[in-house]
């Protein structure tokens, strides 16, 4: 067939420019343990998670809201573990805890400044992308190239905070967290080796690279967050010989 011909020139685009896109959109993975809730007026992002048994503070952070008091009707929440979606009530019980509010003055407070070497690099490999713009989006962590099946370890000791499959894209994600208000996120995993409210001491293998979620080769996503504040990984990772 005369598509044959373009097989060789297909082959060697895919060589150079492979590793080139790295956590770009792609189809999306089989599966997800996890659903999109869609908010509904009345609906408190305190009502949500305890209609799901899910945290406000890891909705808050899964999601990138730092305002918990300011969810909009009609945005989508992603809810971890959930596999149907549930009726939410619209109407707040009188006796319920509100929902933390903004963690802007809390993290001026107790930010922890940029630290080099106060983590250490949690995989071996080939750094392939940055923090910061790309493209027409922002890039909230670095890409760091390796086999599949390389081990991925904890940047500091902490606890997990979640382990499972993580938002679109994301895949198969590990989060820690640790002392300084600092979190520390893994994903694209093949394989997840911790679980949910496991403690993790610092260098302890915690999952294996994969190209779970939208990533076109084998490597490591390492976000690290303060609060839901995403921060540069280099300015607390160790200069790289």
Known sequence: MPQKKFLPQILLALVLFGPLLSCQSLPK??????VYHSVRPGQTLYRIAKTYDVSVVTLMRLNNI???SQIQVGRKIWIPGARTIRQVPATALKKETPAP???S??????SLPPLKGYLIWPLKGTLTSTFGSRGNGHHDGIDIGAKRGA?????????????????????????????????TVYAHNSKNWVKKNETVKQGQRI??????GRSSGPHLHFEVRNHTHPKNPLKFLPARR
């Open 151 to 183: 081990s991925v370890v904890a940047a500091a000791e902490g606890r997990v905070v979640f382990s499972d499959w993580g938002p679109k894209g994301y895949g198969l994600m590990v989060i820690i967290k640790h002392p300084n208000h600092l979190t």
């Open 207 to 212: 999952a294996s690279v994969g190209t779970t």
């Open 105 to 110: 003055r809390p993290v001026e407070e107790a």
């Open 29 to 34: 993975e089989r599966h997800y343990t996890g």
């Open 66 to 68: 730092s305002d918990a």
């Open 101 to 103: 509010k903004r963690f």
